[in-house]
């Protein structure tokens, strides 16, 4: 009863994060709408905003433009269907906003049909408890969930408003829409797609087997993007996939090597916080016992100079044990 | 006169090798888990180019007639490997299943090196001052745990010596081979990850998404058929709503699916699943019309007449692992 009820707490404050994050969304929409109309689409292609002295045809494609950004990063109560080819347009001209927006709200959808059977799972398992040996206490834990679960009933009726409609082509973009908000610069977008790839929607993967090939040319830009800015998700992500014996994609990419193993390890090492200095040491002792003196010299002041250069911060408390480079799906708030 | 002496001679040797080949096509296979005492293996060392094996056809499976006993358990695949490659390819089912399980322990190798070494180092680190009786008993048995660790880590490490890239490569056409003809484990974890089971590997073979896609539904059929409700659990999944994994993307959204195989599972599932199944049940029949759920019961029960018996909720439980005798 006790691991059930956590569960339901769980799962509870899974769909206010979803509910919470949608309405912060829409108020945040408002404001990119805003932002859109006057001219600040967050475009890293600043060609058509409209500069002094442009020609009368570019002026009006520019004004063109704005507004379709301000209506493609309205309130998230525009079905995607609706916005989708202007946010694709505007990805692909290099608005990151639009590619954030694009892939964030893509993925929400994907992941909607399952939140929405467990959430109907869930009313049916708490309408069918047996309420008549709770005590007080219980019976307030169970009233509470019964209101999170109307709360969550309209929070998820947008949520229906938002993906009603979107189909499979565009479902399929999504591994694209991510990579390209990854190229343009969105930190999250980058993690993700780096950890998971088009592993991320099987079904879009299994229609195009060319994401492979994609993901293997596009990944070692990123990686160096990732460190150029100080990303310590990207060192994260690096020290575990030249750690021996992983299977990943970003492993397939980046092969077998050792001494890369000790250098992002030492990298990730001098950023940790205190409590996990001794389980990182002993990954270092073991990693350097496959090196030479000579190596591990190099390598221990590489990653100091990077770390003096690019990083602040600590590594293990931007990567937690166990995080998930992917969560923002959970997060509408992120856009 | 002097002709017939070598005739008779080379007609009577004719008919006694097609009496030998005759009565050796006939004879029984060797069983699949047959071990042998015999390392008679000739097979020439390390394939660089691993072959894919996996598109046998039931032709080449009722072709096989080998019947030669299987490598040692203990030989190294590096000797094995094209032998068994060749006789899976020919349709022998132990070879298949022999090459896909000793492939599977070498594909983790590393990684169980790298963890058990970190974890025997932190053991053997450890201080023992201070410890009470009790708790020296517990660092002795974890030390003993170790010490057996190691050695079977040794085992698969003569196993996998000198086994390069190129054959861990064949890990998933393994499987899948394996699968088609008939090993019930692999084709529940080809079919459950596929490819994805190897997503290095898959970066240079991006044709296994083909091959998964192709070969994925006559397993399914041959599942279904053999009553294997490991099968019936992995279709379960993957037509839930909002199913992320390889054989959920083959398959595709599908109310009346979803509850046809959840109907299956729960006509098998033993009396303490059965509250949780069938409130499921009640949830995936909302989405459908009464005819259709009419239908799907029907055919629920037929099937499960027809091909299934014993608890389908014991053979798949919720939450098992149709790849943990691949990922160890």
Partial sequence: MIVHRRRYVFLFALAGVIGAGFFLAQSLGSKLAGRAASGETGATDTSTTGADGVPQGHAKAARSTRQRAAQALADSHIPLKDRFADLQALANAGDVTAARRLYHDLNLCTLLAGVDADNSRLADELLGTDVGKMDSGQLHDYQTQLDAIEARGTNMQKLHTLCNGTSRQMFDTLVPSLQQAAKLGDADARACYLSRGPNLDMRGFLNHPEFLEEYRSSAD???KAGLASGDWKMVDLLRNAYQPGTQSLLAGVVGSDPLQYYRYLKLYRLG?????????????????????????ADSDAWAQATLRQNFSGTSTETTVTGWDPCSFAYDLAEP | MNYRSP???????????????LGRAQAPLPPADAKSEVAGTTASAGNKEPKKTFAATNKTIARATSSSALPAVDAPLKNTFADLQARAAAGDAAAATRLSRDLGRCSRLRSSLWKNGGAANDLVGRKTDGMTEAQLRTYQILLDSMVQRQ?????????CADVDDAMLAALVPSIAQAAQLGDVDARACYLSRGPSLDARTLLDHPEFLQDYRS?????????LGAGDWRVVGLLTSAYEPGAQGLLAGLVGADPVQHYRYLKLYRLGAEPFRATSLDRQLAAAAANLTPAQTADADAWAQSTYEKNFKGPSTAAAPPGWNPCAFAEG
Avoid: H, W
């Fill in chain 2, 215 to 223: 070969a994925a539904s006559s397993m399914i059929d041959a599942g």
């Fill in chain 1, 221 to 223: 830009a990123m990686i």
């Fill in chain 2, 7 to 21: 005739l008779i001679v080379c007609v009577g040797l004719v008919v006694v090798l097609a009496a030998y080949f």
């Fill in chain 1, 272 to 296: 940790a916080e205190a409590q996990r200095a001794d389980e990182l040491d002993s990954q270092l002792k073991a990693a350097a016992a496959k090196l030479a003196p000579a190596q591990i």
């Fill in chain 2, 151 to 159: 050695q079977e880590t040794q085992k698969t490490k003569d196993l």
